[in-house]
């Protein structure tokens, strides 16, 4: 009997709780099986991808617009500390 016949049948006689648990073992027992499958040596084999040109120049546009957008949002918590600094009331002192 598998993992999904054990639950299945325990949803039938309204057993809800074991059958999830059953669930979960059917899940760990796939992960087992994919990573037993996987290269020998463990590591997944990762393959570049060959990107076009146009690809390219929009990766190469949006790390530019990213390290724009990066130093204008570093401005602006600059400018709004400075700001919230001139506005603090001044500390009083107990004497």
Same mark, same amino acid.
């Given at each position: 009997?598998?993992?999904?016949?054990?639950?299945?049948?325990?949803?039938?006689?309204?057993?809800?709780?074991?059958?999830?648990?059953?669930?979960?073992?059917?899940?760990?027992?796939? !992960?087992?099986?994919?990573?037993?499958?996987?290269?020998?040596?463990?590591? =997944?084999?990762?393959?570049? !991808?060959?990107?076009?040109?146009?690809?390219?120049?929009?990766?190469?546009?949006?790390?530019?617009?990213?390290?724009? =957008?990066? =130093?204008?949002?570093?401005?602006?918590?600059?400018?709004?500390?400075?700001?919230?600094?001139?506005? =603090? /009331? /001044?500390?009083?002192? !107990?004497?």
């Amino acid at each position: 009997m598998t993992y999904r016949v054990l639950a299945e049948l325990l949803i039938e006689a309204g057993r809800l709780g074991e059958a999830e648990e059953i669930l979960d073992l059917l899940k760990e027992q796939e !992960l087992r099986d994919i990573v037993r499958s996987a290269t020998p040596d463990g590591a =997944a084999k990762i393959e570049s !991808l060959n990107l076009t040109a146009a690809q390219r120049k929009a990766q190469s546009d949006m790390a530019d617009l990213e390290k724009k =957008a990066l =130093a204008l949002s570093n401005s602006v918590l600059r400018r709004q500390a400075c700001r919230s600094k001139r506005r =603090a /009331p /001044p500390r009083r002192t !107990l004497d």
